[in-house]
């Protein structure tokens, strides 16, 4: 039997500004593009403030000074602004990651990949979500408001600091590959998430649910944590 190819080497694409919804447009579009077989990393940070709805995800409620709109991948509600990193990461079909029936299975590399990222840097109490979803909108009514916004739950391969959620993790698939966004704040100010959502009767839950980076370790740049995530992820 002859040998696996090796993985082609991975596109390195830097880091993007714009508005979330031309950022978020590009992700398709990287998406689209990996039928050339090459794996892509894609860092981005809006220059606006908007609500980003997971896939099928039902309207929000107007925010002031936010734009409202839908991501290709799924999950809950996530704030995009200047507070959150994000991290497109971009597989074709072939690649190893994707081996398998299991669609969870892809976490467990990308979440690998942050939590060591993360210990090195000098975070506490690094742990990866192995399990179920900690809550989902057709779980028990308590859990509801919860499952709403990303960073209030666990999901697979998802990272969190002292029990709180620190790395959020959703993905899209095609034929041609897979989609997988990554976020981490750097401070967890979820009210415009509350009020958007609507889901204030939660609000205390949701607030001790998450936590920033800069929260938990003090200020750090997007370039260092860009540099330790990418150099784990392409090893």
């Not at 919804?21 to 990393?41: F, Q, T």
């Not at 990308?110 to 779980?139: F, K």
């Not at 998802?158 to 041609?176: W, Y």
Request: with cysteine; aromatic share 4%; net charge negative.
């Amino acid at each position: 039997m002859a040998p696996a190819q090796a993985p082609a080497p991975w596109l390195l694409l830097g880091t993007e500004r714009g508005a979330a919804a031309d950022l978020l447009a590009r992700s398709v579009e990287l998406l689209d593009e990996v039928v050339d077989g090459r794996p892509r990393l894609r860092w981005y940070v809006p220059v606006d403030r908007a609500v980003v709805l997971g896939r099928g995800q039902r309207d929000a409620k107007p925010v002031e000074g936010h734009e409202v709109v839908q991501r290709p991948s799924g999950g809950g509600a996530v704030l995009m602004d200047d507070n959150l990193l994000s991290l497109d990461v971009v597989l074709p079909a072939d690649h190893p990651w994707l081996e398998g029936d299991d669609l969870g299975t892809v976490f467990d590399p990308i979440g690998q990949a942050w939590a060591d990222a993360l210990t090195a840097l000098g975070v506490e109490d690094v742990a990866i979500h192995s399990g179920p979803p900690t809550a989902t909108r057709l779980g028990p009514e308590a859990q509801r408001p919860l499952a709403e916004i990303c960073y209030a739950s666990l999901g697979r391969g998802e990272v969190s600091a002292g029990g709180r959620k620190l790395v959020g993790l959703s993905q899209r698939r095609r034929r041609q590959g897979a989609l997988i966004q990554c976020g981490i704040h750097h401070e967890w100010a979820p009210d415009a998430l509350v009020q958007a959502l609507d889901v204030g009767a939660a609000r205390d839950a949701i607030e001790a649910a998450a936590t920033g980076l800069d929260d938990v370790l003090g200020p750090i740049s997007d370039t260092v944590v860009a540099r330790e995530v990418q150099r784990r992820l392409t090893a």
